[in-house]
């Protein structure tokens, strides 16, 4: 459905300037598919309509479309100690950083071996066929939505791993986007490729972090194509400004036999949505995605998890948890699509909220639609306080009040931090969450 594009003069003149900046110096291929998304985003705008943009049904991007937002044109000054403050750091990963969407090679390390990891913008210049062949071909791109098309428009920098057959990778791979809140609301686009080919094994994290609470948005998109063996364990953090904006979507293709493991963590943003969505392709294909979201004050999360079997004896399981507190929103929502001859598939898929405060609201709506017979598919969603019983059981441990319900609160948000296999990566977490959980009391 077409929109109304608000304040969208911005972006127009940011991308005739991005676009004279490039120059005959890019592509013809990806001029090509720059003026498409561009086109399409001209289109379709912002989904701010009431109707006609049901994925978005809970969640308003009024904001998002009238902010004036200038593209962030190149990355502000920042120090490694300001970045290893604020975000994950371990160095024993392989570390690579983006502040404001642009590479900064003075911050990150360097792949070796069948390991390939570069800058977007490098291998663009290299003229990679890997960019070419993959860039874009992910599943439902033809169907994207207007922040899909606006960073497809505007994409230049970001990241390319390649994990060739048969290697195991033997560092996970950190991307680390900083955005820096400069003065100036900004946006940023950062764009990451990653190719799996065959019996490949590798860990990604993401993390995206804000150094200052200012105003800007990042507009990401994640590509990953696995191919069959591949097995990729994929960790994402959400730890922006109260400020900003956030929209991320990733999108994975999966071959026969692939192993696709996604956790995503989510505690700090003004308004943001995580869009993601796994294409099973292969016979006896797997993913398994959880998330954990803690929402407080006014913030707004949305996670939009989609799951199509398309193959037989392909198994998935969706479980997300979600603490709400303040006056804050969390929308959930969890479709897995079994799709005619996908026989034998396996599914299920739980969401969970903990809703501290009386003013807190969670939308969730978890739904299976299932085109084939021979199937065990189940789901369900559940949002409440903890009852009287259990906390009557942890104060007759000697605890009182507070610390019982401090530790009930904690303990359901464990479930989900202690699946993170990466030592690091896991202690961060565990002080991220502990230190960010509310003085509360469970009254009765």
Request: charged residues 25%; hydrophobic residues 35%; negative net charge.
């Amino acid at each position: 459905m077409t929109q109304t594009l608000t304040k969208y003069q911005q972006y127009e003149t940011d991308y005739k300037s991005f676009d004279d900046s490039i120059g005959s110096g890019q592509p013809e291929w990806l001029r090509s598919m720059r003026l498409s998304a561009w086109s399409r985003f001209q289109e379709l705008g912002f989904p701010t309509a009431r109707r006609g943009n049901e994925p978005w049904k809970y969640t308003n991007v009024g904001p998002i479309a009238d902010a004036s937002l200038a593209l962030a044109t190149k990355p502000a000054q920042v120090t490694l100690d300001q970045i290893k403050a604020t975000a994950p750091w371990d160095d024993s990963w392989l570390n690579m950083v983006f502040v404001d969407g642009h590479y900064v090679s003075e911050y990150s390390g360097s792949a070796s071996g069948n390991v390939t990891v570069t800058s977007l913008a490098q291998a663009i210049a290299n003229g990679d066929e890997l960019v070419e062949q993959h860039l874009g071909q992910a599943p439902q791109f033809e169907e994207a939505d207007g922040f899909v098309s606006l960073n497809t428009a505007f994409v230049r920098d970001g990241a390319v791993l390649h994990i060739k057959q048969g290697v195991t990778a033997d560092k996970p791979v950190h991307l680390l986007f900083v955005s820096s809140g400069a003065d100036e609301a900004t946006v940023s686009h950062p764009r990451v490729l990653l190719v799996c080919e065959a019996n490949s094994k590798a860990t990604l994290i993401e993390s995206f972090v804000g150094l200052d609470e200012n105003v800007y948005f990042t507009n990401a998109i994640t590509e990953i194509s696995m191919a069959s063996g591949a097995e990729l364990q994929h960790y994402r953090l959400m730890q922006e400004s109260e400020k900003s904006f956030h929209v991320g979507s990733a999108r994975v293709q999966q071959e026969s036999d692939s192993v696709y493991r996604s956790k995503v963590f989510e505690r700090k943003v003004g308004l943001g949505r995580f869009d993601l969505y796994t294409n099973m392709d292969g016979e006896g294909s797997s993913c398994d995605l959880k998330g954990l979201y803690y929402t407080s004050g006014s913030q707004h999360v949305d996670n939009y998890i989609n799951i199509n079997h398309q193959k037989p004896h392909s198994t998935s399981r969706l479980y997300y948890k979600g603490i709400l507190d303040g006056k804050s929103r969390a929308v959930f929502g969890g479709t897995v699509y079994v799709q005619p001859g996908a026989i034998k598939t396996d599914s299920r898929q739980e969401d969970k909220n903990l809703v501290l405060s009386p003013d807190a609201e969670v939308d969730s709506k978890p739904a299976l639609f299932i085109y084939a017979d021979d199937v065990v598919c189940g789901h369900g969603a559940t949002a409440g306080n903890i009852d009287q019983d259990t906390v009557f059981y942890m104060r007759s441990r000697g605890l009182d009040l507070e610390a019982a319900s401090r530790q009930l609160i904690y303990g359901f948000a464990d479930e989900i931090i202690e699946a993170v296999e990466d030592d690091g990566l896991r202690q961060y977490l565990e002080k991220l969450f502990l230190e960010s959980l509310p003085s509360y009391k469970f009254e009765f």
